[in-house]
């Protein structure tokens, strides 16, 4: 009895350690998060050659390799996939810039523009998040996606910016008023610079918005006391 209960044990031991190592020593749970990156990879690949009504779930799978049952694995549509693809690439791109100021000298200027060159270098390392963040779109989806990244945006832009300036920061509205204004009127020009409408480097561009950044920081002495 002794030998037949240790024999359970150990066929319940190695089920388990099966489980977690999975095919081919690689867990379910891996295998899963690696098609989840194809399929939104190729998502964003179809987006940029043939916009938004291209990126269906046939051809999603297509570009991907993978079955269709793999697709709704994750997700239940083609939006649902799309609004992943922005979610995931405004959250990596804050990462960046949050990254990029902390590693930054502690002094105002110099993180702001740390954050200015941390954004534009994410957009441009890989031009295919413009069609994402930049690029205004006629379809509803596509503009309500790229509306929420924008607000995502504004909202860790402003956190950032009273962070930065501690007391004499303005007050919640202005900056977010301010943030609203610079975020989405950076974004317009970055899509312009990367169209070749803005003949300048992208360290001049960096200077440029990292300027308009510290505008916030002057709001507080701009706006008349009747305007709090």
Sequence with gaps: MHQNAARRQWE???????TKRGYGGISSEERRATRRVALMDAALDLLTESGVRGVTKKAVCARARLNDRYFYEQFDDAE????AVANDMTAAGLRAVATATLQAPADVRARIHAAADAAIEFVVADPRRSNILLISHTDAVLQRIRLDSTRAIVRS??????????ESAPSQLDTDLAAFTIVTGVME???????GEFDTSRAHL???VAAMLMTVAEISTTIPASGQ
């Design 189 to 195: 020009l970055v899509a312009a610079w990367m169209r």
């Design 206 to 208: 960096a200077d440029v």
């Design 12 to 18: 319940r031991m190695s089920s388990m350690n099966a």
């Design 80 to 83: 649902a996939l799309l609004e």
């Design 157 to 166: 832009m402003s956190a950032m910016t009273r962070d930065l300036l501690g």
